[in-house]
């Protein structure tokens, strides 16, 4: 009965490879992003969708590609995978605008 | 200069102590979150404050506007509240809003 689900959990990979992250959320919020924390755990948002239509693209490389089937999904695709991208990346859904989130635990992601 | 401030950038406290960790941000914002991260773990959401004060257990969140100051008091501190503490304001750009973090601070809480 997790909230926000993310899978894998844990992901290691080399250079160049083409990998997917999944989200899930049950909790029926309109709006679901991804966010990057680097290893300085510096958390920056990377996207954000409402109702399935992308809202916020925070200026992300084109090799990472979201995509939302449905509101209750949010999956994030990444190709050519590059050793910067090592980092965690977290989930996370909200009702809308002013209200709180929740998290997802989070993908730690290590290209090799 | 980052738009959200947090100070100190770590913490070490005693059981029991009083602790605050403090938060100012630069731009105009329609929300603060205080979010809790514990070492390997997830993103716990703590509060989402506009204005005022709130309370949850051993928790309060106070936020001055005018100040655009924010602290997060922890009463009688234990060492399970040792964790990164991150202070993140919502913009106020309507629909299209994002959360902008602050590094956070890491408080360790010694038995």
């Known amino acids: 009965d997790t909230a926000v689900s993310q899978t894998p959990k844990y992901l290691v990979t080399q250079m160049g490879n083409d990998k997917s992250i999944k989200c899930e959320q049950n909790l029926g919020h309109d709006t679901m992003y991804w966010y990057k924390q680097d290893s300085k755990k510096f958390l920056k948002i990377m996207f954000s969708y409402n109702n399935k239509e992308l809202i916020i693209n925070e200026t992300v490389p084109n090799r990472f590609s979201p995509k939302s089937p449905d509101k209750a999904h949010l999956n994030l695709h990444i190709n050519s995978l590059e050793l910067g991208d090592s980092a965690v990346y977290f989930c996370a859904s909200s009702p809308g605008l002013n209200y709180g989130y929740t998290f997802g635990s989070g993908t730690r992601l290590t290209v090799v | ?111």
């Open chain 2, 1 to 111: 200069k980052n738009e959200v401030e947090q100070s100190p950038q770590n913490l070490t406290a005693q059981e029991g102590e009083f602790i605050t960790i403090n938060c100012s941000y630069s731009v105009g914002i329609s929300a603060l979150h205080w979010l809790q991260q514990h070492p390997g773990g997830g993103i716990v959401s703590l509060f989402m404050l506009s204005s005022g004060k709130k309370k949850h257990g051993r928790l309060i969140a106070t936020i001055n506007i005018q100040e655009k100051h924010s602290s997060l008091h922890i009463t009688a501190s234990h060492p399970r509240d040792s964790a990164v503490y991150i202070c993140a304001v919502s913009g106020s750009g309507g629909a299209n809003s994002k959360l902008t973090f602050g590094k956070g601070i890491t408080l360790s809480v010694r038995p």
